[in-house]
């Protein structure tokens, strides 16, 4: 998942002004919660933090995200790379979900905490540099 942006808006992430939900796709694994795309294993109530990463460039591998850039009208795309991808709202995640022919994939609910920097998109899609798992649902 890469979440796309206007190249402008790298230098002026936003920060979180209170903790707020947002859900991903994925596995439940006992009491944690594993990535869909990047396999990565969440821990309940863990914070867990990273450093973002861009690219400006049309790389094969985002072919998805500049088409959906193109949807969007952004002209000057970005695509936020490293980061914890997510869906902003319910809806948006469940769309999402009932399209996914993947066998037992669940939705995680998660937090973005105080503070966090963070970049959202138009289509409903966030990425942060930080955040928590919470359940699944």
């Given amino acids: 998942m890469c979440t796309v942006i206007t190249e402008l808006a790298i230098e002026q992430p936003q920060i979180a002004k ?5 859900y991903k796709m994925g596995y439940k ?11 990565f294993e969440y821990k309940k109530d863990k914070i867990y933090e990273t450093n973002f990463t861009y690219s400006t460039s049309s790389l094969e591998s ?5 088409e959906m850039a193109y949807r969007q009208s952004i002209y000057h795309p970005a695509f936020v790379l490293e980061g914890f991808h997510a869906f902003s709202t319910f809806i948006r995640a469940s769309y999402s979900l009932k399209r996914c022919t993947t066998k037992n994939i669940v939705l995680g609910k998660f937090i ?6 963070f970049y959202k998109n138009p289509a ?9 798992f919470r359940k699944t649902i």
Avoid: L, M
């Fill in 18 to 22: 209170r903790n707020f939900a947002v």
């Fill in 112 to 117: 973005i905490p105080k503070g966090a920097k």
């Fill in 62 to 66: 985002v072919a998805d995200s500049i």
């Fill in 124 to 132: 409903h899609c966030i990425v942060s540099n930080q955040i928590i």
């Fill in 29 to 39: 694994t006992g009491d944690g919660f594993e990535a869909i795309y990047t396999c």
